[in-house]
């Protein structure tokens, strides 16, 4: 259903002037899709409901396949200097869609749903969104069944956390742990082993501990803060930890660069589950 839009105050996009305020947004139960992919995203997704589209007249072109099978939501159509009047910033692509924020997912049922892949991410702390986007984007290339994260992370549903995971964050299945970080004892009764990434002795490399691993054992891998890595509380729960070889003289890697890096070295040792066409 497409409706074209000129007016500035017409009260069906209004919704759409509140993005610069993530905090409105959220008290709202709302988020933002930013681009042509993550749009997609949000239309394909069976985990969060698209509740408005608006485009400019070249972005409704593209995106004319993915809406043919959402009838009934409304596609609100702009110039796209009357789109950039309306936001207040430049938006490129052209494209944006207002989502719903389902219930928050419980620990117990992100495991049961998260713990078939046979590895999981546990974030503590991690405030910027270009570092949780690109967590969660290397989440989902490696297989890992889900993210688990502390209080004190940037919001995975904020606008520039989904871009930069291309999309992602609306894919992995994530729960936040207010008990942090009791959901980590949880992981360990529940069988997992959960190796924390620190590049602080007495870290262990690795290479070297994934192979004494035992198969069929989901792994749970700890990435800390940007700036202070993982707190004492979060280690001490931990089975052990890890680090990542890297040459004298470097402090640390970047926390998504060293999430792939481990990722991949777990994936590699581990093998890969069958995630379908996932």
């Known amino acids: 259903m497409f409706y074209p839009i000129d007016d500035l105050d017409d009260p069906r996009v209004a919704e759409y002037r509140n993005i610069p305020d993530p905090e409105l ?18 239309l394909a997704s069976d985990r969060f409901e698209a509740r408005s589209v608006l485009v400019s007249p ?44 389902p219930k928050a997912t419980s620990v117990a049922s992100w495991w049961q749903e998260a713990a078939g892949s046979r590895l999981v991410l546990a974030v503590e702390r991690v405030g910027n969104a270009d570092n949780l986007g690109a967590v969660f984007r290397n989440a989902l290339a490696f297989g890992a069944g889900g993210v688990l994260l502390s209080p004190g992370c940037c919001d995975p549903l904020y606008r520039k956390s989904i871009r930069v995971s291309t999309g992602a964050a609306l894919r992995i ?71 990542i070889a890297i040459r004298p003289g470097v402090d640390s890697l970047n926390v998504a660069t060293a999430a792939a890096i481990a990722l991949y070295a777990c994936r590699r040792r581990l093998g890969w589950p069958d995630l379908g066409s996932d």
Not at 234 to 240: F, I, K, P, R, S
């Open 173 to 243: 299945p994530y729960a936040v742990d207010d008990r942090w970080p009791d959901s980590l004892r949880r992981l360990r009764d529940a069988g997992a082993r959960v190796l924390a990434l620190t590049p602080q002795p007495p870290a262990r490399d690795l290479d070297a501990v994934l192979p004494g691993i035992a198969p069929g054992t989901t792994v749970a891998l700890l990435l800390g803060h940007e700036g202070d890595g993982l707190s004492e509380s979060a280690m001490g729960v931990a089975d052990e930890r890890v680090r």
């Open 58 to 101: 070249a972005a409704l072109d593209g995106l004319q396949d993915a809406l043919g099978t959402h009838g009934a939501l409304p596609v609100y159509v702009m110039a796209v200097e009357r789109l950039t009047a309306l936001l207040g910033f430049n938006l490129h692509r052209g494209c944006l869609a207002i989502g719903v924020r």
């Open 25 to 42: 947004l959220l008290a709202h139960g709302l988020f933002v899709a930013e681009g042509r992919h993550v749009v997609r995203c949000l």
